[in-house]
């Protein structure tokens, strides 16, 4: 059984990066890495997501450009780098992982999910 464990959330400002971690334990394997966000009241959207090696990685519009997600293999952690953060990111950011979850944007494709991790960010 994989377990997630994202970290790194908090409060900050608008324009401020931070940066979130997903570490990750359990059974080795070639896991796709991805990052949802829930805002209050609004369901849960893809943010992005990274192959196992990370060679491959994809945004979804609204962060592409601003977010940048990487993974330390050694670490078994992936990384979410947040740029010029806005109120509209603040959410619950959520990590979910799968050998093979289909659309790397479809949610219902991931097995295993930590219990995410708090982002405000205020104007």
């Known amino acids: 059984q994989v377990q997630l464990v ?12 931070l940066r979130l971690s997903c570490a990750a ?10 990052w949802f966000r829930q805002a209050s009241g609004e369901d849960r ?7 196992w090696n990370g060679v491959h990685t994809e945004y979804s ?21 947040m740029n010029s953060l806005k109120p509209g990111d603040t959410a619950v950011y959520y990590c979910a992982a799968d ?18 991790t708090q982002v405000t960010v205020s104007s």
Do not use: C, H, M
């Open 61 to 81: 519009v609204p962060v592409k450009g601003r977010f940048t997600i990487s993974r330390d293999n050694v670490k078994n952690t992936v990384y979410l780098q």
């Open 25 to 34: 334990s359990g059974p080795a394997g070639t896991y796709i890495t991805a």
């Open 99 to 116: 050998e093979a979850p289909g659309a790397w944007r479809d949610q219902a494709g991931y097995d295993y999910w930590g219990q995410g």
């Open 6 to 17: 994202e970290s790194g959330g908090g409060v900050v400002q608008a324009g401020d990066p």
């Open 45 to 51: 959207e893809y943010v992005a997501a990274i192959d």
